[in-house]
């Protein structure tokens, strides 16, 4: 695994024509009263950082910040702390980049993703971009939580009922996420044990301010561990090296 | 329920202040070898009406085109016949559309959705709206499939197993809704039994020509009927028309 | 005919490489107290329809919203009701959709065109496609206005002067066309013999408010009917089935 | 009258809360022949000097470049020297200097235009722009053949019919403009007896290239003169005084 | 020399494959009590012309507006009189003209700019064409400033310090270069000897009112004159003469 | 100084209306053969901790991505690993975050830049959320280069002749910045002794290979050190803490 941001032009040059180039995206959201602002991308890192690692590539700096969070999946845009990209921009941002590393002659393209909302505005970008890029080109996107099988949603909710991957937002998973990828920035003391009532069934705006609790938490993050967070990674992990190697190397 | 394309501007004008203003919004979009390519507006249309009647609303002219069609909900743009807009574009049409209703003097929007990749460039564009409209202003957003229970999940998929609401494309609930709403329009004897055999876990562009069956069928439609088309109807309509009642009329 | 919206995309496969594709697009505007919202589209879909029986042509969706009415030609944006697009948003939805057709395969394409304001857009939005279209591809656009003989004005206007086509908005060529195509929402009964004073020569914004008709309308209607509309839509209707003859079919 | 360009900001300062803007606009697009690229903005800074002396105002430094040129109202963009903006383009130059003024405080604005296809463009720019302007702006937008009656126009065609506004391309209106603005850059000598032979009614892409003759010329151009000038310049001046007067002045 | 305003198109089109096309573009923009607004575009269009005679070019009608005043290279937006074009727009406006100029044939241009703030924007307008433009196809951009040797520098400050380019703003070079250029639009009596004190040594916005003298000079402009400007206008031309030579004719 | 990347959304709600916010942005673009891609936005975030530590402000994730390398301030977008967004995806990024920002209640935001060709998109973005942000606000943007005093330059360009800022890249300056901020990163044994011959006084695309040297090293980079990186952070951030001081602090 090589970091982008570390490599000389000389080093990029060498490899961007072979290599799986990584781009991990995340956002400044909102994650409760105890995780940080920037869960999502450290997440993404993280995540990046070891698939760089299995199959020997280039992990790009990270887009620090995504699309507009929605109340069911992330709190809203109404607490402070969370900084929104409208929709135009995170397509144009994702599609000059995309663009810059296909002219720089890079053919094999990984988006790491780990906010949500990210997701069909990342496949815009990508979509424009494939309209008009060489064949021997291949982007992929993945984000994490597609990548988890039942069984372990099973041991990771063991005690607490899974709520659906829209509402784990600063709940178990990612808790216990960065307890393994960031553990000195969780505070469980100050976790609690709130979630969203009622699930919406429709969009309302302006955003209701009642519609999800006072400390940004969609779902319960009691029994929350690093143990937890380990599972999930070896299983995502896993599942990104045989995407990667299916796609790209073979 | 009145169709403002029939309606004059005077009694648009009497009306627009205290009532409901109903937008469908649709697709054109393979639906399968059995279903029409207006599938979605059809089913979104259907619905407007029947809340319009039930709440004494407006029905809007229908925006006919959607955004880009996935291989995992929709089949993806490469089934002829699929007329997709791009995400820039469904925004900026949408917001046009309305702050002209709030520049007129509306202050009750409800927009009726039926196609599932329309959901994040509706929501950015009412977004993008609720910033600047005045504050007696409401806009709310509705998707059929939100509004199902599990009981009727059950008994609609009495034989075949739920696939989930983003592979109900051209299936089950689709087919049943075009028996109900546009008989004629649908060719069961075309119907054949397939599927998407992997459901894919991340994305790849250029999108794989094999990713969904050639049919373009995510999931299988067999025992698709009239009954189950009133089945959904019947619950998503109380559900609308309480939100409806709920949200702007109380 | 064929109705796009209403076939498979099988039906829509076989055909799309040699037939015609004809694009409706209307508006949504005030058309006096007579006439519905809809009357462009009403128009535009009515022609298709004809247009597409005459020459086995498949009539796809229509654009039920145009570009901002204006005062000398349709009363202008301050009568609730009309709804206009922004010009930047109809050329991005009209490229988008002509983009989409060619690249499903579509090489000949008609728009049918009933909103006076939509032209200059209209055309921006085909000449921004051309320039990148295959060399095989073909695209027209038809106002009816343009395709009526003097000999017919004549006719039409047997009582009242012709006042020019601008102007013609709410009057007897559009009143007598929907007493042809839909008469059921045509209130003959409230029309006034009212029309626009003095045809402004130059243009003011803020658009004062006593520039037009506080009826909207901008011409005398007196003398509409169906007859009349006969007579246009036969006319128009020939005209439209030489030039599709013409530019696609020879 | 005084230019802009040739004022100091003292200058402009000490007036722009009082005096008339004038903003000219042009177009560099094929005029047959023998008359010039720059016919329209000539033309366009020709009156509004005129008018700018007259009423005491204040002209600004020509937009020198427009929209596209139309085949029926110009050629066409296939003749080498025609520089068309897009649509777009032309909306956010005209928006970005009309915002300018009023940031500057000034409030009675009057674009003065000779380019045909620029109209619909401009009118979106100024819509854009007057729906955040303050209360006591105003713009107006003025083409000098809006303003010429029939009995100029019998006068000028005293021997040539008149074909209509859009077709006055190039020919006796405009030649005599520029021999009245500028006879040094009129090659009379060149000037032959072409026309369009057929006016299409209706559109077709690409454009093809016989549809206007090779000289660009879209009407006669003979019996031009100076005289014919001066009478179309004298009447659309006074009515462009009229109006500004009315409008801004009273 | 040929003003392309002045040619018909059967001239330029004689020439438009082996000539060099210089576009001038300047700005309208304070330049303190003595300098006209217009000050940049007399200075390019004077450039333009000098090398078009002295390399047989054609040059274009100006872009007589450029990108926002800066407090510290123009004094900024604050001052009446100065009309500045958002990036974006700048941007589009270039990219059109170039577009349009190779679409005709043209493959030497040459852009002569002289608004320091418009630098950035039309290197990025450039950029973007030349992504896409024919292998053949070669575009140049030239400030006069940058090719003022420091022999030419102590020449011209011989009493007063050269404060750096930036700063000088309506000072001695551009006085002196309107004293060469338009004589009569110079009030050297109204001229003072004024300076920003205290350089910004950052950015701050609002931006502050005081940051810069009252009459919008940055530095002092006394012992301008027209033998100044002729020296500049020299060495400038002759260095745009070599430079033209070099890249396009060889 | 606090990452906001680590904060709870609770503990950047309790600081954001009083303290200052620092967005620190860079680029991805080629550094010579010694120092690696993201050198710029190790410098800008290094200021801005550092920056932050001094005055208690909080510190946001950065801008990973920046404007287009140019050739004669960063080598231009050939050299591989050169990462450049367009100018528009960089005005619209920024504007994005700051008006979230504000809309948070954040009304200091100071923008730390160390990428040369970031400047005027950054200025424009700023100028863009300006013209409706609250009164109260405040935005800064400090670029370190334009902080260091002669007396510092004297003692960095010791052996070595200053070249300009402009030219400073991956040479003295950058290096020992880097050598001071992340040693480990910097391979002082592959540095050679290159600099680009002759600094083009004019633009030329497309790009010629052979603008710049091979390496992509602008200036000599020999003589660099630590000490002289310390030499340049305690000046820059000396007069970034009385820059903030003054304008938010007092």
Do not use: C
């Not at 570390?6 to 080093?11: A, D, R, V």
Request: glycine content about 6%; charged content about 25%.
């Amino acid at each position: 695994m090589t970091l982008m941001a570390e490599m000389t032009w000389y080093e990029f040059n060498e490899r961007k024509d072979k290599d799986v180039v990584i781009l991990p995206i995340g956002s400044v959201e909102q994650h409760g009263p105890h995780l940080p602002l920037s869960t999502d991308t450290i997440i993404s890192e993280g995540f990046s950082k070891l698939l760089g690692e299995k199959t020997n590539s280039i992990v790009m700096p990270s887009i620090n910040y995504g699309y507009k969070s929605q109340p069911a999946s992330g709190g809203g845009p109404l607490f402070p702390g969370t900084i929104d990209l409208n929709g135009t921009t995170l397509i144009e941002l994702v599609k000059d980049i995309l663009e810059e590393l296909i002219r720089d002659g890079v053919r094999k393209i990984a988006i790491v993703n780990s906010h949500f909302e990210n997701q069909a505005f990342l496949l815009e970008a990508i979509d424009l971009v494939s309209k008009f890029m060489p064949n021997d080109t291949k982007i992929i996107m993945m984000s994490w939580w597609d990548l988890i099988s039942q069984d372990t949603i099973d041991k990771v909710f063991d005690e607490i009922e899974f709520p659906g991957w829209a509402l784990e937002h600063a709940a178990i998973t990612e808790t216990s996420l960065i307890l393994k990828f960031a553990p000195q920035l969780v505070h469980m003391d100050r976790l609690i044990d709130e979630k969203i009532e009622e699930v919406p069934t429709y969009h309302v705006y302006p955003i209701p301010k009642d519609l999800v609790p006072k400390s940004g938490l969609l779902a319960i993050g009691r029994t929350s561990s690093k143990e937890k967070g380990e599972l999930i990674v070896n299983e995502a992990l896993d599942k990104m090296v045989s995407i990667v190697n299916k796609e790209f190397i073979k």
